[in-house]
């Protein structure tokens, strides 16, 4: 009997040390959040860092064992019911001290990241269930027990970090599901700036002139991405990036490439290199098509003038096929009305960069020590 009850208490003991903490605190997360995300879990392969301020944690200190993310709903089941495989999941837990996350992920992080969690994961869609939904969702298919504690300690006027990144989601496979994922959007953050087009391209051949536009946001702590058309099959392509379209290196401009109705528009400041498609054509967000800037209001107004050099082998003497030019004029940067972030990609868990920026926070549940 004494046995007994030494293992009872001892029971209690650890049941009553455990305790949880619902994030964003401030947007009342035991309620049904008002925002959703399509990504992570409904994409093929993504990813997120979240962030919390102390004050959306709900505290600067704790050790965590388990963290719990919930669907957004109620929302009838659409689709494969599954069970859905990620071929691999990690998530990372720590704290950071950059004032404003931005859209290079490297760049937020001033300390490593804590694996929490890393294997290969099954989960259900959103099964349509009364608001709010449950933490941790069908089969605790949500719900990730830590490899180990946790301890985290969030600096002033820093920041609680969460990064997930998700390699081989196969839901694509089964038709269209729901699995989006609860949280809640508050004001501030990036506001895009503008893109106007000038100049004209050249062609190959008697082919339509290349092009060039833009996808993202044009604003400090965000990353816009070059896009294009009619570059030449599978041809590498130069992104240029200059400050000015009236002089460079080479005189004035547009300078037209002897030979050629080709004009280089801007000056070459700044250059990386990416890869048309079969059709020509630049989509999507390739890291080297990217400009990413960062969170700090000073870039506020900065005028940038962008565009495309593509390699095609005969095209003219040069070899080259330039588009028309783009300027760009960088937006702003708001102060946020809550303390929660996210920075994300949904396209890629290994681009160093994101294809968007928000000011988001998802629901989460941590279970602490």
Known sequence: MQTLTLCLCSAVASLSAQNYALLPATANPAAELPSYSLVPLMQVNSRVQMFYTATEAGSSSFTADQLELRFDGPIPQVGAPGPFTIQR???????????????????????????????????????GSGAPHPWGAPNNGLQFPFLAPVAVTIPSGGWLVIELVMEGNNIANFGYAHAMLDGAATTGGVVDGSGVTFGQGCSIGAGAAATIGSSGVRAPGAAHFLTGQNLGANSPVFAIFGLSNTTSTFGPLPYTLPGTNCALLTSIDLSSLLFADAAGVIAGSQPGASFAIPADNAFLGLVLHEQLAAYVAGANSWNLVLSNGLTVTLGSLNPLGRGTYTVLNGESAVSPVATEVKPFGFAVRLRTL
Not at 111 to 121: C, E, I, V
């Open 89 to 127: 999941l990690r998530i990372l837990i720590g704290s950071t001290t950059v004032a404003m996350p931005e859209a290079r992920f490297a760049n937020n992080l001033t300390q490593p990241l804590t694996t929490a969690f890393d294997g290969s994961h099954t989960f259900y869609p959103d099964p």
